[in-house]
């Protein structure tokens, strides 16, 4: 259904109607010009050559320095799903099963099952405050169960994991000898402090990328930082699949950390704005929801509602949200993407309003 929208809304665009796509998370703010002028750069001095399938060393040993890890455990991949496919590939692909907290990124689930392994949900609910229950995780953990997949913050609740729950969660997988992998693509334009899944030590993967943090989604740029085991075999992947990320990319993304903090800031800024907005109008309404702690999303909740039915009937009336059955066990939900300037985005948010009465 998430891609049903996404197909019917670029329809009625091509027929010429105005649609407020709120419904994927591909932020409408420009890529820094500074970005694309060093990526531009770097095409004309010749950087179009294929490379290490590890990355560039300038920039692993960035994000090295950054996270405080070794180069040696830094691998560049082409956006971060396909480091998440690659790492789950590599776990995965002889068997076992996979942990994951709902709602979830269906991605993590659709690549368990193209890998024929069995993924068990954990639900959480808006009435927790989308928290873990440390119970019921350890009960959906078995003798064959490889890998505990966390999505910090969330896609699509914007919700970031209680520290001491992530405590319980690592505490957990490391009594069992689990592998957690962390996907913490949004954290570094978190609203709040994010504990990283690096903090723990251990064999723990964290993958991230440039998407979001520096409204790089097209360019796919993304990376892994694990065990160097892993990131060996991740090289070996990458060399019988995608060869390498493009050079002049890694160039634009030195140019981007560089820049870190100030790009940071402002995109930060603008979806807390946004996110504010988004809660006022929202407060008003019958819906129930958590205030967002991260960009881009707030996943309200309407008793009664056939998120499916509704979001389809909306998309009639020219705006295009996410069905919560997308994301799991979500029928009364639907996601929300603040990701279309404010004038757009409160006239969108009226729309639902007035939908839900």
């Known amino acids: 259904m998430l891609y049903e929208i996404n197909e019917k809304a670029l329809k009625l665009e091509s027929e010429g109607k105005k649609v407020i796509k709120l419904n994927i998370g591909d932020p409408d703010l420009e890529t820094p010009p500074e970005i ?6 770097a095409m004309k001095r010749g950087k179009t050559k294929y490379s ?6 300038r920039l692993r040993e960035k994000l090295a320095s950054i996270h405080q890890v070794y180069a040696d455990n830094v691998i560049m991949t082409p956006g971060s799903k396909f480091g998440i496919f690659s790492v789950m590939y590599l776990l995965l692909k002889d068997g076992g099963n996979v942990v994951i907290p709902t709602p979830y990124w269906t991605a993590y689930a659709l690549t ?3 890998l024929g392994a069995e993924t068990r949900l954990v639900k959480t609910e808006l009435d927790s405050n ?10 959906a953990i078995d003798k064959d169960t490889r890998m505990i997949i966390l999505n910090n913050p969330n896609n699509p609740t914007s919700n970031v994991i ?3 729950v992530l405590d319980g969660i690592v505490r957990i997988a490391d009594d069992k000898g689990i592998t957690i992998l962390s996907d913490e693509v949004y954290a570094d334009i978190s609203f709040v402090k994010t504990k990283s899944i690096l903090e723990y030590g251990g064999d723990h993967i964290l993958v991230t990328g440039f998407s979001k943090t520096f409204t790089m989604t097209g360019w796919r740029l993304g990376y892994v930082i694990a065990n160097t085991g892993l990131v060996e075999k991740l090289a070996k992947l990458n060399q019988i699949t995608i060869s390498n990320v493009p050079v002049f990319i890694q160039d634009a993304a030195l140019t981007a950390l560089e820049l870190g903090n100030e790009i940071k800031e402002k995109i930060r800024q603008e979806y807390r704005e946004r996110a504010k907005l988004a809660s006022n109008v929202l407060s008003k309404s019958k ?6 702690s991260a960009p881009f999303y707030i996943f309200p909740r309407r008793r009664g509602l056939d998120s499916e039915k509704f979001a ?3 998309l009639d009336n020219g705006v295009a949200v996410a069905p919560g059955t997308a994301f799991g066990d979500y029928k009364e939900h639907f996601r929300i993407s603040l990701t279309a300037p404010r004038d757009d985005l409160t006239t969108a948010l009226n729309k639902i309003c007035e939908a839900v009465e």
């Open 287 to 292: 819906l129930e929801f958590s205030e967002p």
């Open 52 to 57: 290490s399938a590890f990355g560039e060393k």
């Open 312 to 314: 389809l009937n909306l």
């Open 130 to 139: 989308w928290q873990m229950d440390l119970e019921t995780l350890e009960s």
């Open 36 to 41: 694309v002028e060093a990526a531009y750069d």
């Open 112 to 114: 368990a099952k193209t």
């Open 162 to 164: 209680d520290p001491k």
